[in-house]
């Protein structure tokens, strides 16, 4: 949010927070990922500009500008390849050293454009992406664009829903992270006091019973396609 986004280090197991930087009032942080184990890139909201931080200090090392429509998330595909959304139905893989887009697929679901892609994160072969507005995660071919299975986390809103104090704010999910070293899934969202670690239970998006398929595309498809 405008005004009060930070950077921090946060101990997983306590929640303690080991390290925090303020950023401008003006900047609206969005997705930020570990790049070569000793850089931070991080896009904002509304512009075409992301910031580059040192991994030990959490301190701004540089800038850099991409040809995203938007900043809203951005993961690390491999050494030398990022990708990122902006709030459409694409996600485009872009180069970590140019920050050009080197090409981008659409993210569809039984020949569906699935908009409003958010928050990412690359586990495997994977890519997981949170859907904006619901409380979804899609898990998508990175070849294809297709959903391979969804993940609703509507009982974890709920969860977290229960926690919060009255007049405390509460929106959406919009927090992935993979630990791979001790292949650990989490998940939060904005002003949520909870981070949860999940084993996901997926559910296919072909080969389920259509009746299940219909719901959880009913719960994860954006408004905006829904007829």
């Known amino acids: 949010m405008r005004g009060q986004s930070t950077v921090r280090e946060v101990d997983v197991a306590t929640g303690k927070v080991l390290k925090k930087v303020a950023q401008s009032p003006q900047v609206f942080s969005e997705g930020l990922?570990?790049?070569?184990?000793?850089?931070?890139?991080q896009l904002a909201w509304?512009?075409?500009?992301g910031t580059i931080y040192?991994?030990?200090?959490?301190?701004?090392?540089?800038?850099?500008r991409h040809q995203m429509t938007d900043g809203w998330g951005l993961s690390t595909y491999n050494r030398s390849l990022l990708v990122g959304s902006d709030g459409t139905s694409y996600i485009y893989f872009i180069s970590a050293s140019t920050f050009k887009t080197l090409h981008k697929v659409q993210v569809t679901d039984s020949g569906t454009p699935i908009a409003w892609i958010n928050e990412l994160e690359v586990?495997?072969?994977?890519?997981?992406?949170?859907?904006?507005?619901?409380?979804?995660?899609?898990?998508?071919d990175p070849v294809s664009g297709r959903v391979a299975a969804w993940m609703d986390l509507q009982r974890l809103r709920g969860l977290a829903a229960?926690?919060?104090?009255?007049?405390?704010?509460?929106d959406v999910l919009n927090g992935i992270a993979w630990d791979a070293q001790q292949r650990r899934l989490f998940v939060t969202g904005k002003y949520w006091p909870l981070v949860f670690?999940?084993?996901?239970?997926?559910?296919?998006?072909?080969?389920s019973r259509?009746?299940?398929l219909a719901a959880i595309r009913e719960h994860c498809h954006p408004q905006v396609y829904r007829r």
Not at 33 to 41: A, E, G, H, K, P
Not at 46 to 49: A, G, K, N, S
């Open 46 to 49: 509304q512009v075409q500009t």
């Open 54 to 64: 040192s991994r030990q200090t959490l301190q701004k090392i540089g800038s850099f």
């Open 210 to 212: 259509a009746a299940d």
């Open 123 to 140: 586990r495997g072969n994977r890519i997981y992406a949170n859907v904006w507005q619901t409380d979804c995660v899609a898990v998508i």
């Open 162 to 170: 229960a926690r919060v104090k009255p007049r405390q704010e509460f």
């Open 197 to 207: 670690q999940i084993a996901p239970k997926m559910r296919p998006a072909s080969g």
């Open 33 to 41: 990922t570990l790049v070569n184990n000793n850089r931070l890139f």
